[in-house]
């Protein structure tokens, strides 16, 4: 019985805890170029408030952050950029972020 009583308890904590995980793909202005772009926009955006995680593509110029849509907002984000000297450009969400943040 005990068992049984600690599983529903840990089910209903588990769904409380569920988190609005959301994706944004942006692109700089200026362009990240370079490795020394990549360490400095990942190095200041993850002390953002709700990031989760940020990957860089040197190839496409893109930068997709993973984020807690009930800490931040995608402006809010943008508005991190800014304070490093980027200006964020919002990009279609590509297929692989899709499917990454329905998982």
């Known amino acids: ?10 089910l209903s904590a588990m769904s ?9 793909v ?8 370079c ?10 955006l993850r002390f953002e408030k709700g990031v989760k995680r940020i990957d860089t593509d040197l190839k496409t110029k893109n930068v997709t952050i993973t984020y807690d849509a009930e ?12 304070k490093i000297g980027y200006k964020a450009v919002p990009v279609k969400a590509a297929p692989k972020a899709k499917a990454e943040q329905k998982q």
Request: hydrophobic letters at 35%; a positive charge.
């Open 35 to 44: 490795e020394n772009c990549e360490q400095k926009i990942k190095g200041n």
């Open 71 to 82: 800490k931040t907002t995608p402006e809010q984000l943008m508005k991190g950029l800014q």
């Open 26 to 33: 942006v692109t700089t202005q200026p362009q990240m170029h």
């Open 1 to 10: 019985m005990k068992k049984i009583i600690l599983s529903i308890a840990l």
């Open 16 to 24: 409380i805890s569920a988190k609005d995980i959301k994706t944004l």
